[in-house]
């Protein structure tokens, strides 16, 4: 027992509990989203049993991952057609290509939606979803986005209750911020804008990564990963050129209310 809750296992279950929080920003955006498209009364529930079942299949996933960690990256099969395309795929490679285009479709799909609307105010009456298919489809992207995280936490440790105390607390912390999230998401709907987009650079987060663990080359140009330090940086640079963006229209529209007042004609 002692061996278990040695300083070493809870340093380890420290680093992974922030592993997971950093990870875990691009899936708690996507849970916010995804409840939001369901009636407003069912959303936190959606939010609760799509987390809920997600850790619990996270635990099951711990366990089978565990015991084929080492087939995970053996390749499955190749493709070649010189040059044009040259690909070795893994089963690694081939959840982050396939996980990171659903979530491309999926930003892209929600994109166009709102454009196409003529009253934004409407959207959430227009477009609903039911709950039950919005819980599958959090539980599915919740496993795609676990995958790297579980990938990475089985390098620091092979301790099964270091890994498992993590994915609990991690799945407790993100059902806490997931309302948070959705509340802020709600009242601040410009944002909801730019987490699609993020979501967007996600998917080709993920399709990069499955492409370099694939050893891919298209038309003789190796794939290569992008890097955490480049998409934490573009969404840096999106927030502040949003938030800019507002206030400076903000501004101008104060403006001209502002000279519309004062060249209106007094009676």
Do not use: C
Not at 56 to 72: D, F
Not at 166 to 187: P, T, Y
């Amino acid at each position: 027992m002692e061996s278990l809750l040695s300083l070493e296992n809870l340093f380890t279950l420290l680093m992974l509990i922030l592993l997971q929080a950093v990870l875990g920003f691009d899936n708690l955006l996507y849970i916010s989203i995804e409840s939001s498209r369901v009636v407003e009364n069912r959303q936190r529930m959606v939010r609760l049993w799509g987390i809920g079942l997600a850790i619990g299949l996270r635990l099951i996933l711990m366990v089978v991952v565990l015991g084929l960690i080492n087939s995970l990256t053996q390749p499955l099969f190749g493709a070649h057609l010189s040059g044009v395309f040259e690909a070795s795929f893994t089963f690694h490679s081939i959840v982050s290509i396939f996980g990171g285009g659903f979530i491309m479709w999926t930003a892209t799909k929600e994109i166009m939606h709102l454009l196409a609307v003529d009253h934004v105010e409407n959207l959430q009456k227009e477009h609903t979803k039911s709950v039950p298919v919005a819980i599958a489809t959090i539980v599915f992207m919740n496993l795609i986005f676990s995958f790297d995280s579980l990938l990475s936490a089985i390098a620091l440790t092979h301790v099964v209750w270091v890994i498992a105390a993590a994915i609990i607390i991690s799945g407790v912390m993100m059902i806490v911020l997931a309302d948070r999230v959705s509340a802020f998401l709600k009242q601040n709907r410009m944002f909801e804008v730019i987490g699609l987009f993020i979501l967007f650079i996600v998917g080709v987060l993920l399709i990069t990564e499955g492409g370099h663990l694939a050893h891919m080359h298209l038309f003789g140009f190796e794939v290569v990963a992008m890097s955490k330090a480049s998409f934490y940086f573009v969404i840096f640079v999106m927030v502040i050129v949003s938030t800019v963006q507002t206030r400076y229209r903000n501004k101008l529209e104060k403006l001209r209310a502002k000279e519309h007042a004062e060249a209106a004609p007094t009676i």
